[in-house]
């Protein structure tokens, strides 16, 4: 599948993955780091790991961004069938759509619809659908998202911008090493006419957590 | 409930449903270790060696002090060590040999005997 590049995630940070790689290392060396270095050195040295292995995970990091999940809601959105099957067992769909998991776990997803919306979050540590979004926000991993979100969403979801009508359920999925979940955000009005593509770029990462509704804003610059 | 009954019934990582300050939105790029930190731990679990909740144990064994004032990947590889370390798979003292050859490498000094 081709990455795409719709500048979707502003102020996200996600559109140049390797030009940071070697600013960190100017400078000096800190415990935890070392550390790092050290472990992971004896385990190659015992050969319980492989040098390579490190450095083709952190490609297979890089290369796990929210614009996969945001194709797969796209298609979603124009495939009935697809839908049926990505709600029906989300790994299975996502991987027939060409995204690999590289981890035992499970993926529910979560359709959005006029009387349900829903939130995703993992309450005891930062479990997260990573092969298809790549690694959470530092705040999904924080106390206060954590905390409250399973016991007032509708002030956490406020407190993102996001108000949620009274007569919606909202609903709240709390993820663990296993069971993964995504939010098939609602599409929005005004996009019957959209292409596939300028779908994708209206889903950002945080209407797949499901912090915020997907806006025909959010893409930006359309034709 | 008594001071102390709420350290039983909830450890450090248990926190749903606590009070808590507002979001704040915040991002950082990750460092190269903290990366390196992230890869490293997709490898164990791949081998088996340390998987994803043997990792969250790991992690909530380092006690509330500790969950509390480390950040995020320190966390990690400082559990990861421990585990090891409970696994005898990883020596206490080769691992703090290795990191004293580690840092004396990266400062650019000759590594003396062992």
């Known amino acids: 599948?081709?990455?795409?590049?719709?500048?979707?995630?502003?102020?996200?940070?996600?559109?140049?993955p390797h030009d940071h790689a070697e600013i960190g290392q100017l400078a000096p060396p800190q415990f935890y780091d070392i550390m790092e270095t050290a472990v992971r050195e004896l385990l190659i040295e015992k050969k319980l790991i492989?040098?390579?292995?490190?450095?083709?995970?952190?490609?297979?990091?890089?290369?796990?961004?929210?614009?996969l999940g945001a194709r797969v809601v796209a298609r979603a959105w124009l495939d009935p069938e697809f839908r049926a099957r990505l709600l029906a067992n989300g790994r299975a769909a996502c991987e027939e759509f060409?995204?690999?998991?590289?981890d035992d776990t499970q993926l529910i997803v979560l359709e959005n619809t006029e009387t349900v919306h829903n939130l995703i979050v993992c309450t005891l540590c930062s479990c997260y659908p990573r092969p298809v979004l790549g690694l959470p926000p530092d705040w999904y991993k924080l106390k206060p998202y954590r905390a409250r979100a399973v016991i007032e969403p509708r002030a956490v979801l406020a407190e993102f911008g996001t108000i949620i009508p009274d007569d919606?359920?909202?609903?709240?999925?709390?993820?663990?090493?296993?069971?993964?979940?995504?939010?098939?955000?609602?599409?929005?009005?005004?996009?019957?006419?959209?292409?596939?593509?300028?779908?994708?770029?209206?889903?950002?990462r945080d209407t797949m957590i499901g912090v915020v509704p997907a806006t025909v804003a959010a893409g930006g610059i359309r034709q | 409930m008594t001071s102390t009954e709420n350290l039983v019934k909830r450890l450090p990582n248990d926190i749903g449903g606590l009070p808590a300050e507002p979001i704040q939105r915040v991002e950082h790029e990750l460092e190269p270790w903290e990366k390196r930190c992230h890869a490293l731990a997709?490898?164990?679990?791949?081998?088996?060696?340390?998987?994803?909740?043997?990792?969250?144990?790991?992690?909530?064994?380092?006690?509330?002090?500790?969950?509390?004032?480390?950040?995020?990947?320190?966390?990690?590889?400082v559990a990861f060590a421990?585990?090891?370390?409970?696994?005898?798979?990883?020596?206490?003292?080769?691992?703090?040999?290795?990191?004293?050859?580690?840092r004396a490498r990266w400062n650019g000094e000759a590594v003396v005997g062992n």
């Open chain 1, 50 to 67: 492989e040098p390579d292995e490190i450095r083709r995970q952190i490609e297979v990091l890089d290369s796990r961004t929210p614009a």
């Open chain 1, 98 to 102: 060409g995204i690999s998991f590289y």
């Open chain 2, 42 to 77: 997709d490898v164990l679990d791949f081998h088996k060696i340390i998987n994803t909740e043997e990792k969250r144990c790991g992690v909530e064994a380092l006690g509330a002090e500790m969950v509390g004032k480390l950040s995020y990947y320190e966390r990690w590889i």
């Open chain 2, 82 to 102: 421990n585990i090891l370390f409970r696994k005898q798979i990883l020596a206490p003292e080769e691992l703090a040999r290795k990191m004293d050859e580690v």
């Open chain 1, 1 to 16: 599948m081709e990455p795409h590049d719709h500048g979707h995630e502003a102020g996200h940070g996600h559109d140049h």
């Open chain 1, 168 to 204: 919606v359920e909202v609903r709240v999925s709390d993820s663990t090493a296993m069971v993964r979940y995504l939010v098939l955000p609602r599409r929005p009005e005004g996009t019957e006419d959209f292409t596939e593509d300028e779908l994708a770029a209206i889903v950002t």
